[in-house]
């Protein structure tokens, strides 16, 4: 690849139950790829059923990176997958092989493709700390807490937002300087060599929410109680024990609700869930493609045209 020739990144997007992975799968085969995760729950590796992580056969037939890459104890943010994100596409055009970035966490796409405002790494000492007093305190005084310090972002976070204000309270903890402020500084840009294309699933509400049923009753077949199960014990205010589905699981194995009742609360949160992130998509990205219907390799294929005469040819 010339120095000065451009590097293409294949974006895949949509809600949940799209078929973002099939489709990212089938791309990478197709086209010598490197799927990168871009799906803030699939990092976390207990959570491989609850999350639909690709398959280990899938792991198998192709690369994949930055999925089940940390523990569910962890608190990982934007900015770390950014950097991780950064270097495995660096690696893929390296390797000349097309970097392939499949998720549905709006915010990750949009750090990657417009930059992100420079933010230190925040001990674990401190996140600790920080979770600790806000335990303590309630969320009414956390988020007065936080207004002390940082009125500006305060001003923008509900006081039951907890996992915002903790954030806030911890960029100013380790730093001594509000969130707001870091968040004023100019943007880490991306690469001004690499050219994005975007391929956005957009079935109808009517067929997502069927996927999404479908889905959740294969996925508890598959052992997602058990996986919830495994995380007995953990605070649950730690972001992955807030991902679609796991309060209602840990709710019925603590014998609170039936499973019925937990499978359709679950459903339910999750249908919502790829609501919103229709509408994200729909207000926030522009896509080269927009594939309006569920996943299915003949229609995918038939738009992979696209990905060779937009993302192939500009790196001769």
Not at 219 to 245: C, N, R, T, Y
Request: aromatic share 6%; net charge neutral; hydrophobic share 45%.
């Amino acid at each position: 690849m010339a120095d000065n020739a451009q590097k293409p990144v294949l974006i895949v997007c949509g809600p949940t139950a799209s078929g973002k992975s099939a489709l990212a799968l089938v791309a990478a085969e197709a086209f010598g790829g490197v799927v990168i995760n871009a799906d803030s729950m699939q990092v976390y590796r207990e959570l491989r059923v609850l999350t639909a992580r690709p398959s280990r056969d899938d792991e198998a037939r192709v690369a994949h990176r930055l999925y089940g890459i940390v523990s569910v104890r962890d608190v990982f943010s934007a900015g770390r997958w950014r950097a991780l994100a950064v270097r495995e596409i660096d690696t893929a055009h390296a390797a000349g092989q097309l970097p392939i970035v499949c998720g549905g966490t709006g915010f990750y796409l949009k750090a990657l493709m417009e930059g992100l405002s420079p933010m230190p790494e925040i001990p674990e000492s401190v996140r600790r700390r920080v979770r600790d007093e806000a335990a303590a305190l309630g969320a009414p005084a956390t988020h007065a807490a936080l207004a002390r310090v940082d009125p500006e972002t305060a001003a923008q976070i509900k006081p039951g937002d907890s996992q915002r204000v903790k954030r806030a309270l911890e960029v100013h903890e380790a730093t001594g300087r509000p969130l707001a402020e870091w968040q004023a500084e100019a943007r880490i840009a991306p690469d001004p060599a690499w050219s994005f294309g975007i391929v956005l699933l957009s079935p109808t509400r009517e067929a997502t929410n069927a996927a999404v049923d479908d889905r959740f009753r294969l996925m508890i077949e598959a052992g997602a109680l058990d996986e919830i199960a495994s995380l007995d014990g953990l605070d649950g205010d730690l972001p992955a024990l807030k991902a679609v589905g796991v309060p209602d699981l840990r709710r019925h194995l603590r014998g609170e609700i039936d499973l019925e009742t937990a499978v359709a609360l679950a459903q339910t949160a999750t249908r919502q869930f790829a609501k919103r992130q229709t509408t994200w998509f729909k207000n926030q990205i522009i896509a080269d493609i927009a594939i309006k219907t569920q996943y299915s390799e003949s229609i995918c294929l038939e738009n992979f045209s696209f990905i060779r005469e937009k993302m192939l040819t500009q790196s001769g």
